[in-house]
């Protein structure tokens, strides 16, 4: 009873909407493996089109060649100064450190009397007080500059009374209520503390930024804050100052929202100045945006060796970047591009996006689009399944995931959003998978029920058919195209003469076993099996597109499936061998279950099978072991085929166009075939237009290829009769007066 109960169709449709809610309710929630495998997919797509370059950004580069030859780090800071200096003349329009300079330079003069012996420290005393402190110098040199941002990061532990220095405050435009406002600032990323300049430098520079990074929990940099939260006041990320700097230091920041609300638009807009501004930025609500990364070439890099050297090239109107490439000082991320980068990089893709104005989106409607699509998708699936069976569903399935991984991927090229295909794909086939599972234990039930009843009366492929269709085991049929064959052993009197009745029957059951064998596994349907006969078609009840072709195969396979039966009775002694008569036609035909109520069989009736069965019986006429009609001959015509007659079969009145298979398509392909062909064609159409002479040149010269022998024996025989008794209005019309 339990079973019974499991199989029902009410009980799986509840199953699987359960399990629909759950996965429709999973896409809009927090999931860990869902997002990894959602960036993972994001990941792909800034590989296969990573944002494009510009030319707005340089790095100087604190490399291992600037390292080698000034000295390691952290170097003193009258070369900062002098970096400073030098970029400022060759017209960087920013230039922003990626460093913390949170302790004083220990190689300031001042410093030196705690590495001098003590009497030396005494008498050197005044002379190092006279002499300028590095970390003044660099501020001056800062100061003078007007085009410097430093940074900070975070720390563990704040320190004391410490605040960075914010040039511009962070501004809510018009249109923000407190209660929002709160919101947002509650939502940014908060450090517990930071890591800060020394308080000369920070005063003397023109903007400070965070260059904290927030890496996803695989260590992979995807979304960084472009504004944190301090104490409630809000900083600017480095790559944003540099950009107001770029835009005009007497600028403020300020949070916008977007002017119309659409699908894709963002949370929040961040801006550089109200009106006007050329960098409306687009964020998450906790001030976050997904940085849309390219790789950074070599040629980007100026070693701050070639600066100091006056042999950089020229920085007019660039934003520079400050920052290490050497493995010594630990500055390397991961990003979608690469997992080990300078973190210097992520900086300057940050800042590049945004003055190329080219952005990867996920609005917070996008999640509800997901699940959206999984709902509407799956529900499809559930509502299908039971209807239109694995194939048609699973096919509809994979159509619904191809689509949305082709609109992900268009809206990441067209409006740079992250539209997650994987889940909506999964949860696709999961459903499928499920339906496909119920209804095949719904199937394999109902199969069995079939199966026991009728598997001892009907053909396999006729069984399989009810067993999907139930409905069809009723009277009825209906009219299409099918290719029908006869068979017959030629001869079988001469050969059951000698036989006894046990060994008649094995004969049979030998003959008829590899004939059926054939006939299946040319996909073909055996009707029925008349004594030495046997009757069977294509195309019915399962559909074939190539039912012509295969019922061809199959006979072309049958004589040479004999071979072995005739050595068994060559071996016992038996003279006369079993040869099959074979007769092959297409057309429409009525297919169905036909005969009483109380009894029926699925069979084909029709003139299709009449001359099938006409087509069998001329083959001892015609002294052939197969012939074909005119329509089978058109469906398989790259086939090895020969025009054999026009002949009017008894009982019909329209004659019918009789041809012949040699061979399959690569026998179609030999010069042999070609060669007879074309003599034969000659000696066919001399024959219809009556120029019996010269036919019966050509069927002498033909009649040595040894297959075709006796037919053309036989038609010699035919010529020599009608150049006797020429007839009258010759139409090559020969009329058969035996079936």
Not at 229 to 242: G, I, Q, R, V
Request: glycine residues 6%; charged residues 20%; hydrophobic residues 45%.
């Amino acid at each position: 009873m339990l079973g019974r109960f499991l199989l029902k169709k009410s009980v799986h449709f509840v199953i699987l909407l359960l399990v629909l809610a759950g996965l429709a309710f999973s896409a809009v929630t927090e999931n860990p493996v869902r997002q990894r495998l959602q960036v993972a997919v994001f990941d792909q797509y800034n590989r296969w089109k990573p944002r494009p370059a510009s030319d707005a950004i340089k790095i100087v580069d604190i490399d291992e060649a600037s390292l080698k030859e000034i000295g390691q780090w952290p170097w003193p800071r009258t070369i900062l100064a002098r970096l400073v200096e030098k970029l400022s003349e060759q017209g960087a329009k920013v230039i922003a450190f990626d460093v913390v300079f949170a302790e004083p330079d220990r190689t300031s003069p001042q410093n030196w009397q705690k590495i001098a012996g003590v009497e030396e420290a005494d008498a050197l005393s005044p002379l190092f007080a006279e002499m300028p402190d590095h970390d003044d110098v660099f501020a001056r040199s800062i100061m003078a500059s007007s085009r410097v941002v430093t940074g900070f990061t975070a720390a563990h532990e704040p320190p004391a009374d410490r605040m960075p220095v914010l040039r511009k405050d962070v501004l809510f435009a018009r249109g923000f209520e407190d209660t929002e406002q709160k919101n947002i600032m509650w939502s940014l990323y908060r450090p517990p503390g930071l890591a800060l300049n020394l308080q000369p430098l920070a005063d003397a520079a023109a903007g400070t930024g965070s260059f904290i990074a927030t890496p996803d929990q695989d260590g992979i940099i995807r979304r960084v804050p472009l504004i944190i939260n301090y104490k409630d006041t809000m900083y600017p990320s480095l790559a944003l100052e540099a950009v107001r700097g770029y835009q005009g230091w007497g600028k403020n920041i300020y949070w916008q929202k977007p002017k119309k609300v659409g699908d894709f638009d963002p949370a929040y807009l961040l801006s550089v100045g109200l009106i006007g501004s050329k960098a409306n930025i687009p964020t998450d609500a906790d001030g976050k945006i997904w940085t849309y990364f390219r790789k950074i070439e070599n040629s980007e890099y100026i070693s701050a060796a070639a600066v100091l050297n006056n042999a950089a090239p020229s920085l007019q109107d660039k934003i520079v970047f400050v920052g290490t490439s050497a493995e010594g000082l630990r500055d390397i991320r991961s990003t979608p591009l690469d997992i080990f980068v300078p973190g210097v990089e992520v900086h300057v893709n940050i800042a590049e996006q945004i003055l190329q104005g080219k952005y990867l989106l996920r609005p917070h409607v996008v999640p509800y689009m997901e699940g959206l699509f999984v709902f509407i998708v799956g529900f499809a699936v559930i509502l299908m399944a039971p209807f239109m069976g694995a194939l048609a569903t699973g096919a509809v399935s994979f159509i619904a995931i191809a689509l949305v991984i082709m609109v992900s991927w268009q809206l990441f090229l067209t409006k740079g959003v992250l539209f997650d295909p994987v889940y909506g794909a999964l949860s696709v086939f999961i459903l499928f998978l499920l339906s496909a599972t119920f209804s095949y234990f719904r199937v394999e039930a109902e199969r069995r029920q079939v199966k026991q009843a009728f598997g001892l009366y009907v053909a396999p492929d006729l069984l399989s058919e009810l067993s999907k269709n139930p409905d069809k085991l009723q009277l009825g049929g209906e009219t299409r195209e099918i290719t029908v064959m006869f068979t017959d052993i030629r001869g079988f009197t001469g050969v059951s003469e000698a036989l006894t009745p046990s060994e008649l029957i094995q004969l049979m059951n030998d003959f008829l076993t590899p004939m059926s064998d054939l006939v299946m596994k040319n996909r073909g349907t055996i009707d029925k099996y008349m004594g030495d006969a046997m009757m069977a078609f294509w195309n019915a009840p399962l559909s074939d597109a190539d039912h012509a072709a295969n019922a061809c195969r199959a006979a072309l396979q049958m004589n040479k499936a004999l071979a072995p039966i005739n050595e068994g009775l060559l071996a016992k002694g038996h003279k006369k061998l079993l040869q099959a008569g074979i007769g092959v036609n297409t057309g429409l035909a009525s297919v169905g279950n036909m005969g009483s109520r109380q009894r029926f069989a699925y069979s084909a009736l029709g003139d299709t099978v009449n001359l099938a069965s006409r087509l069998e019986g001329q083959t001892k006429a015609y002294g052939l072991d197969l012939l074909i009609g005119e329509e089978t001959a058109k469906k398989v015509a790259d086939f090895a085929i020969l025009e054999i007659d026009i002949i009017q079969v008894k009982g019909k009145e329209k004659p019918a166009r009789v041809f012949t298979l040699w061979g399959d398509e690569s026998d179609a392909a030999q010069p042999d075939y070609k060669a007879w062909k074309e003599k034969h064609d000659i000696f066919l159409k001399s024959y219809r237009e009556g120029a019996f002479t010269r036919a019966q040149i050509y069927c002498e010269e033909l009649k040595n290829f040894a297959p075709f022998k006796k037919y053309y024996d036989m038609m010699q025989e035919r010529i020599s009769a009608l150049i006797k008794n020429p007839p009258q209005n010759w139409d090559g019309v020969f009329i058969a007066t035996e079936k």
